[in-house]
């Protein structure tokens, strides 16, 4: 049985839906697992506001661009939301996301969807990044649609907290003050001047 109730085909294939969230609650995040045993099975982060997100659907400022690599040629970049950073990466793996990011340009407003994953760095820090799926040019007003979206989800996310399985683990796992994602909210909104 998929999410819903709805059975799938055998061998059918069904994308995840992208999820809208704020740059600070992704960072928050340390939970991933894969939901099944074989390496093709989908990996998942745990957002603590208590939703599994396989794929991300992000807007903001691109703040940073940078090529890197001769032979298996990547890009990074720095995208900002009113919350605060996402880290971006597309290499020769996603060749048209990788084409998408080269004609980005630093200051643009952009829109990406792509799959989350967290990474822990040789001193034992934790550091969540984005692979870029798609990346696009948008315009201001759009980005300004995705803050309004993404803050509507976050307190939809909010509103079930501590009703499902999900979010009863993300309570337990992250002891997760939804005060702190309201307040996030709030001050994205303000600071969007929504």
């Not at 109730?5 to 960072?27: D, K, N």
């Not at 340009?105 to 990044?129: H, L, M, W």
């Not at 993404?150 to 002891?175: C, P, V």
């Amino acid at each position: 049985m998929s999410k819903g109730g709805f059975s799938r085909p055998a061998g059918s294939f069904v994308r995840e839906p992208a999820i809208r969230v704020f740059s600070t609650e992704l960072r928050e995040s340390r939970l991933q697992f894969r939901d099944g045993e074989d390496e093709k099975s989908p990996s998942f982060i745990l957002l603590p506001t208590g939703e599994r997100c396989n794929r991300i659907f992000i807007c903001g400022e691109v703040t940073q661009k940078e090529k890197r690599g001769d032979q298996n040629t990547f890009y990074t970049a720095r995208l900002r939301d009113p919350a605060g950073l996402f880290f971006l990466n597309a290499g020769s793996y996603q060749q048209e996301a990788m084409q998408q990011m080269a004609k980005i340009n630093q200051g643009d407003f952009a829109a990406v969807v792509g799959k989350p994953g967290i990474r822990e760095t040789p001193d034992g820090s934790i550091f969540v990044t984005v692979r870029v799926e798609t990346i696009t040019r948008i315009d201001k007003d759009t980005y300004l649609t995705w803050i309004d979206d993404a803050a509507e989800q976050t307190l939809d996310r909010l509103e079930r907290f501590g009703s499902t399985d999900d979010s009863m683990k993300a309570s337990e796992f992250y002891n997760t003050s939804t005060e702190h994602y309201r307040r996030i909210v709030y001050e994205s909104l303000v600071a969007a001047d929504i």
